[in-house]
């Protein structure tokens, strides 16, 4: 017991940690301004008050228990973790460290906290990667498990089984009791045990287990604590390595020079005895072969520091020195990177032991190259793109969110997207979509400069950041890919690349980089389906062309149906699909009026039954010219039934109301305005105001009365009317 004095209390009040005093019914007496800092209250709030005012509510029992056991001087950890709650109701991880003391007579507790809230993210973060690794332990030399909190197989890779001489069926379930005998069965249970009170890693304790044939088995395990979402323990996770060979060897080493000899000489792994003053004395036909040099070449003529990197020789002579002086140390396992006779460095784990009675070092060595490149490789894998050797998404995500701070502002961001790939893995194979792929990559960081950034975001799709750019520089990027695209072109005419770019610029202190991606996307998406160069496929082009010479319908109409749509689009606030396919049908639904004869399509009186019968074919005429044309053909169905009326008076099939795609009743609206507000052979254009009129009076017969409310309430709003270019005939005035 100590007294708590008022000199403690100013050191306290000093101290960094935020400690606090408390009584034996859980009040506070006093505490520090770390601890004020931590919790959102004031001292007076906080002393006096009970502990539990800062411990989440569900926690508070399990507290209280660890509070009591401690205060009855009962065997209880001195420290423990729980969530806490501030003033402002922010819930927060916390773990706990407390000691009993007597203050003026009274048992106190004297505690300090520590916000682990930080760590606890990284925990999550952390358990959600290691999935992505599991397919790489499948193929590793070494046995990874999985175990619930009784002990019981959950997961294993297919070393354990294979070491343990059981059919993967067989021991998934089953119980590391069920292989060992009692004496190891409590070592594993301690080893566990203690992992799971302090989630702290246990790393290689050694222990047998039985194999199914009765032999026994010396392993080596690490094993560390997993825990679900919601951070409570659910089992544990390790690597156990088969050492029994290894034992074999020590075990000898200890019982005679002689079986010693015989055994490092036999061993499969590369060893070396190393003198007191780092003379290599004696090495084995393994470590020859590691090193490159001959038995003659090592023994009593190289230093054991001339095998080891110049950057590891420090670290290497520091572990020897330390064995030689605390041998209670041993054994004493560590890295380093061996430089062969060839100067080939290779990436080595050694395992160092004192000879007995001597000064002597033992090495053992493994070539740990390739686990190193797998490492390396996984590292690799989570910021790459495999195919295009770009970053991927997951780097992209981080480096935007270093952006947000607005030290590189202004911010450009590019979203690059190439056309037609599912066409292209549709008729000529994937092998052609990953070449086009690989081509738009290569078209694209050809065009940056060095300080920006490309990764491949998705399947078709690659984002650019450019630091401190403003929209002048933004624009010259994307002028370089559209030139370096066009420089493809023509010199791979049979390979055709086409990219859509959207852009966008943020400036200020803080930026909104989520919002400045989603901005560049949209850009993008509007820009693919705005060009009328977008088309991609022959039979699209014709079609096309078909239509302006025609005269079905004229460009300048062709263009403001099109710009009806994506401002329709976007104040329904349609989904990207939708939005993208109501934009191709508005200027592909009347695509079947191809084959109406010019007299009936042009035809100024009213038409008589046969006339009717050849315009209502038209619709299924579209739908099959779509259903036949790749880039139309999500937009067949609409095609058909977009001349269906809101009563049911329409055709094909004489639809109503909601049975009416939503596309089809909107387009319906849309192709009324523009034709109206355009000429024809037959009559002049109508005006804005007519064309509203018209809309208002046919709603709930022809048209969606909604749908029309929401068409007039968007153009009204429409700062300038829609395109200056489409003045005068949209002109309301």
Not at 170 to 177: C, Q, S
Not at 465 to 479: G, Q
Request: proline share 2%; net charge negative.
């Amino acid at each position: 017991m100590q007294d708590f004095d008022i000199e403690k209390k100013h050191i306290i009040e000093g101290s960094p940690l935020s400690i606090y005093l408390m009584d034996s019914a859980g009040y506070f007496k006093f505490v520090n301004q770390q601890m004020l800092n931590l919790s959102g209250y004031t001292k007076q709030e906080l002393v006096g008050s009970h502990f539990t005012i800062l411990v989440y509510s569900e926690d508070r029992q399990m507290v209280r228990d660890a509070v009591q056991k401690r205060l009855e001087q009962a065997e209880v950890t001195n420290s423990y973790e729980f969530r806490g709650i501030k003033k402002n109701g922010e819930v927060v991880n916390i773990l706990g460290f407390f000691n009993l003391i007597d203050v003026d007579g009274e048992n106190c507790i004297l505690g300090q906290v520590l916000d682990i809230t930080a760590m606890k993210n990284l925990q999550e973060e952390l358990s959600e990667k290691e999935a992505r690794y599991r397919t790489i332990m499948e193929h590793s030399n070494v046995g990874y498990f999985e175990v619930d909190l009784s002990g019981n197989f959950t997961y294993f890779n297919d070393v354990v089984p294979h070491n343990l001489g059981y059919a993967r069926e067989e021991l998934m379930g089953m119980n590391n009791r069920e292989f060992t005998d009692n004496e190891n069965a409590q070592k594993v249970y301690s080893a566990f045990n203690k992992v799971y009170r302090t989630g702290q890693t246990q790393k290689f304790f050694d222990w047998e287990l039985i194999h199914r044939n009765g032999m026994k088995t010396h392993v080596e395990t690490s094993v560390l604590l997993m825990k679900d979402r919601e951070g409570n323990p659910c089992g544990f996770r390790g690597i156990v390595n088969d050492v029994t060979e290894r034992k074999r060897y020590e075990q000898s080493l200890r019982e005679s020079e002689f079986w010693y000899r015989a055994i490092f000489e036999g061993s499969g792994t590369a060893m070396a005895i190393i003198d007191d003053d780092n003379t290599i004395t004696m090495v084995n036909k393994k470590l020859q072969e590691m090193s490159g040099y001959s038995k003659n070449e090592l023994e009593n003529n190289l230093d054991w520091k001339e095998l080891v990197d110049s950057k590891d020789a420090d670290k290497v002579t520091q572990y020897h020195n330390q064995l030689k002086q605390d041998n209670h140390l041993l054994p004493i396992q560590y890295e380093f990177i061996l430089v062969d006779k060839y100067v080939v460095k290779k990436d080595v784990l050694a395992n160092m032991n004192l000879v007995p009675e001597t000064r002597k070092c033992v090495v053992s060595m493994q070539d740990v190259t390739q686990r190193k490149k797998i490492e390396e490789d996984l590292k690799h894998l989570s910021f790459y793109d495999v195919m295009t050797g770009l970053y991927n998404r997951n780097y992209f995500d981080q480096e935007l969110d270093r952006y947000k701070d607005g030290r590189r502002s202004p911010i450009g961001i590019i979203v690059c997207d190439v056309d037609g790939l599912k066409h292209v893995n549709d008729t000529k194979g994937h092998k052609w979509g990953d070449q086009l792929i690989n081509t738009a990559a290569s078209v694209i960081q050809g065009s940056l400069r060095e300080s920006d950034m490309v990764a491949r975001i998705g399947g078709d799709e690659f984002g650019i950041l450019l630091p401190k750019s403003e929209k002048r520089a933004v624009l010259k990027v994307i002028e370089r890919i559209k030139n370096a695209v066009e420089e493809y072109n023509a010199q791979n005419p049979e390979s055709e690349l086409s990219i859509s770019t959207g852009y966008a610029v943020g400036k200020g202190p803080r930026i909104d980089v989520n919002q400045l991606f989603t901005r560049a996307d949209n850009n993008m998406y509007h820009n693919k389906f705005r060009s009328y160069e977008n088309a991609r496929s022959d039979t699209v082009r014709v079609i096309r062309k078909i239509l302006e010479l025609s005269e079905i319908t004229s460009e300048k109409e062709q263009r403001e149906i099109q710009e009806l749509a994506e401002n329709f689009a976007d104040y329904l606030e349609l989904s990207e699909t939708e939005a993208n396919e109501l934009i191709l049908l508005a200027q592909f639904h009347e695509i079947g009026k191809i084959g109406v004869w010019d007299h009936i399509l042009f035809k100024e009186d009213f038409l008589d039954t046969k006339e009717f019968e050849e315009i209502i074919k038209h619709c299924n005429n579209g739908y099959q010219i779509a259903q036949k044309a790749h880039d139309l053909e999500s937009i067949a169905d609409y095609i058909l039934t977009h001349h269906e009326r809101y009563d049911g008076s329409g055709y094909p099939w004489g639809l109503k109301k909601d049975e009416i795609p939503l596309l089809c009743r909107i387009i319906s609206i849309l192709e009324t305005f523009c034709a109206m507000t355009n000429p024809r052979p037959y009559r002049n254009a109508t005006t804005w105001e007519k064309a509203v009129l018209e809309l208002k009076d046919n709603a709930g017969t022809q048209f969606d009365p909604e749908l029309v409310a929401k068409f007039i309430t968007m153009i009204e709003n429409l700062e300038d009317g829609l395109d200056q270019a489409h003045a005068p005939n949209l002109d309301p005035g």
